[in-house]
């Protein structure tokens, strides 16, 4: 067997040891304090630093989402997946939930129905709700394009949208829609995102807002 040099690593320190190694590699970038935790997290999710490209947010994003979490909001999300790998012990904690209406009945019954999506009815229920919401989208352009149509019309006001669907057809045109609405984002621009990057940019910001705890 080829001898591999491996490094010796406490269990403990694994992940602060990944987070040395991103910054280290990271290279030149802009983003802020507030900004970089949720950078190095979809690198550390991914082991893609596009990411360092690809990443925008606007303003005050980052604050948006950590009020919106300590007011106790509700994380609606896209896909099961993205709502499975949301750590919804430490959103407990601050009154909130997450919630995913895709497998629903009455949603897959509607959108038949109607011809759309399941994603585009899950945003006009997402729209329904009372108190501050956060969409986090990974993986359907429906949902956010629908998501912007809504706040154009005045029917929803989110107090921050995850924009990180993947893929190929209207993936890159939803996220230049969504980047040209007022009201506050984060998106994975370009055709890179899915699941498990909207639920790392929740985690990130929880983790945030709870001063790092896990359960």
């Known amino acids: 067997m080829k001898e591999i040099h491996l490094q010796r690593v406490a269990p403990a ?8 190694i991103i910054e280290s590699e990271m290279g030149p970038h802009t983003f802020t304090a507030e900004q970089l935790p949720i950078v190095k997290r979809c690198i550390h999710t991914s082991a893609d630093f596009d990411y360092v490209k690809n990443l925008r947010f606007t303003a005050h994003a980052v604050e948006a989402g950590l009020a919106a979490i300590r007011q106790g909001c509700t994380i609606v999300t896209d896909t099961r ?4 790998g949301i750590n919804k012990k430490v959103l407990e904690k601050f009154g909130g939930q997450a919630v995913c209406y895709m497998a629903d009945a009455d949603v897959a019954a509607e959108a038949k129905q109607r011809g759309e ?3 585009t009815v899950s945003m006009e229920r997402a729209a329904a709700l009372t108190g501050p919401v956060i969409l986090a989208i990974g993986n359907a352009p429906t ?5 912007c149509q809504l706040m154009e019309e005045g029917k929803f006001s989110p107090a921050l949208i995850i924009g990180a669907p993947v893929g190929f057809v209207n993936v890159v045109e939803s996220k230049e829609l969504l980047c040209s609405m007022d009201g506050e984002h984060i998106v994975a621009m370009g055709r890179k995102g899915g699941s498990n990057i909207a639920a790392t940019i929740c985690n990130a910001l929880l983790y945030m807002a709870s001063n790092n705890e896990r359960e």
């Open 117 to 119: 999506t399941r994603a």
């Open 143 to 147: 949902a956010l394009v629908r998501s």
């Open 81 to 84: 997946m993205a709502w499975s």
């Open 13 to 20: 320190d694994i992940e602060a040891r990944s987070m040395e």
